[in-house]
């Protein structure tokens, strides 16, 4: 019997800007930071992939990179994780005019937040533009990335009669917001992106009559769960799906021993088998498994809004909320549970195809491919997003918006190769065993793996480095990571602005620890400077 070592096992969604190394005994062995876009692995797990081996030690530290890699595709790969990925982004580019015009106006305290409240004390209104502006941009996200995380943060939102109007309506900012930011980079008159500008009477018209999600005081319908539990889901059962086809002696009773199954991690796989009624399967590598993978595959690539443009404004909620999707799939499954326990057989991409379909036949959604076929062809037919890819097949972009470019470019190109190997990007723990389906071989699957990593991991000792890809300029790619970061670091000090307390915090040596903190510190300074014409410490502390 194989035993597993939970010092190549344990992972976390780390939501923080700073990691707690492995070096100082985190029990941690991976982690995924969606607003640094980095893969943090343990010194233990580096130090075993480095192995040139197949042993199990190696195996139990590839399922660990394995998980974190599938965090890094749910956030650039998936229509949602997409979306909401730009939105960090298209904050800071928005606010950025108004915040401008506070600094020209003389009116730079920080945080915005306090601002504003200490401009009613002393004016008795909030009849600043900037400050309404700002906050109702930032308030409006927030909102929608919580409640698509959770819904049962509906009920925190529902407490701020101030900010909060409706669900529909911070929807509807997020997706608008994040489309308007990435129409400048590659279609500047919308010639192809879902046409923004139409949407605003259509929704407002939904506000004048009451619709469910669309006025404050109507009830919303929630769901149980969010992508916090699909996410990390998906991303568990994928690895554990792995390790059991590399040893048989690996049950579902053993990794709940280990503590591998529990919490966070098993809470969508939970609702899963009550709202479906199927039994908990005693080995990870069967039907269930695939079907569950597969359900939160469809929950998390919603393609109504984005990629497609909007055909019910009604269902907008319902279409697009990753845990409504989640439950209503479950349902469907339910009627038919003899059936669809036992669907997923081969994991081919003709089943793919055929039975997604089927899922959003059930709840009358556009099937995943759908989306990625609208995507991939955008690369094509427009030549601003041809332009794009070339700079990303060298990885070599223009600095104007460059994390923006750097991640539709990546988006265009998991949908390029989803559309060909959907079953790989479903159910890549089973991929890659090579036990995945007669027609793909593991080579090709290791080749798509590798296109697809991560673009910043750590190495040993904890510094972050870009992943360097077969055959593109190594020279290329630093120049890359050193922009992005450039980008990145304003973008972080902007949200510092709008909403952290006290003075700013320069917590950035996680960039590389082999520079100290006073050389990170002027970094960021001098990029903040070059943003907003001040530094931040011309910023008056509320």
């Not at 195996?59 to 990925?85: D, K, M, N, P, R």
Request: hydrophobic share 40%.
């Amino acid at each position: 019997m194989k035993n597993l070592n939970s010092k190549l096992l344990m992972t976390e969604e780390l939501q923080e800007m700073n990691f707690a190394s492995a070096v100082n005994g985190n029990r941690l062995r991976g982690s995924y930071n969606p607003l640094q876009s980095v893969v943090r692995l343990h010194d233990d797990i580096l130090k075993a992939l480095d192995r040139n081996d197949m042993s199990f030690e190696r195996i139990q530290a590839f399922s660990t990179y394995l998980h974190e890699t599938i965090h890094w595709w749910q956030h650039v790969g998936s229509h949602l994780g997409f979306i909401t990925s730009l939105s960090y982004p298209a904050l800071a580019h928005i606010a950025h005019r108004d915040l401008k015009t506070l600094v020209d106006r003389n009116e730079i305290y920080k945080p915005i937040l306090a601002y504003d409240q200490y401009y009613y004390s002393q004016t008795g209104s909030y009849n600043n533009i900037e400050i309404n502006r700002i906050l109702n941009y930032y308030h409006d996200i927030r909102f929608a990335t919580a409640y698509i995380s959770n819904n049962e943060n509906i009920r925190y939102m529902l407490k701020d009669k101030r900010f909060f109007l409706n669900i529909g309506h911070c929807f509807h900012m997020l997706w608008s917001m994040s489309i308007n930011v990435l129409s400048v980079s590659i279609d500047p008159h919308f010639n192809f992106l879902p046409k923004i500008k139409d949407w605003s009477p259509k929704f407002l018209e939904l506000e004048r009559s009451q619709i469910p999600g669309f006025t404050t005081d109507a009830d919303v319908t929630i769901s149980s769960l969010g992508t916090h539990a699909i996410y990390e889901g998906q991303a568990r059962f994928n690895q554990l799906q792995y390790l059991a086809i590399g040893s048989s002696d690996l049950s579902y009773e053993k990794f709940a021993e280990m503590g591998m199954l529990q919490g966070i991690y098993i809470e969508a796989f939970d609702l899963f088998l009550m709202i479906t009624g199927i039994d908990r399967p005693t080995n990870l590598n069967n039907s269930v498994i695939g079907l569950f993978l597969l359900i939160c595959d469809v929950a998390i690539n919603p393609a109504e809004g984005f990629p497609s443009d909007i055909i019910d404004y009604n269902s907008f909620i319902i279409s697009n909320d990753p845990g409504m999707r989640f439950t209503l799939l479950c349902q469907n499954v339910a009627v038919n549970k003899d059936r669809w326990e036992n669907a997923v057989k081969d994991y081919s991409r003709d089943e793919y195809v055929k039975l997604s379909e089927e899922l959003c036949d059930s709840i009358v959604c556009l099937p995943p491919l759908i989306g990625s076929a609208i995507a991939a062809s955008w690369a094509e037919e427009h030549t601003d997003v041809k332009k794009m890819m070339a700079e990303e097949a060298d990885m070599k972009f223009s600095n104007e918006n460059l994390v923006i470019r750097l991640f539709t470019s990546k988006y265009i190109r998991f949908q390029e190769d989803k559309l060909k190997y959907p079953n790989i990007f479903c159910w890549p723990g089973k991929s890659m065993t090579g036990e995945l389906s007669k027609e793909i071989d593991l080579e090709t699957v290791k080749k798509v793996f590798e296109k697809h990593q991560a673009l910043f991991t750590n190495v040993v000792g904890g510094e972050i480095r870009p992943t360097l890809y077969k055959g593109i300029s190594e020279e290329n790619i630093m120049d890359t990571f050193n922009f992005f970061y450039m980008n990145n670091t304003t973008y972080d000090m902007t949200m510092k602005w709008i909403t952290e307390m006290g003075a700013f915090t320069y917590d950035y040596q996680w960039l590389s620890p082999q520079y100290n903190s006073d050389d990170v510190k002027n970094y960021v300074r001098n990029n903040f400077k070059d943003v907003y014409s001040i530094y931040p410490e011309e910023i008056k502390i509320l």
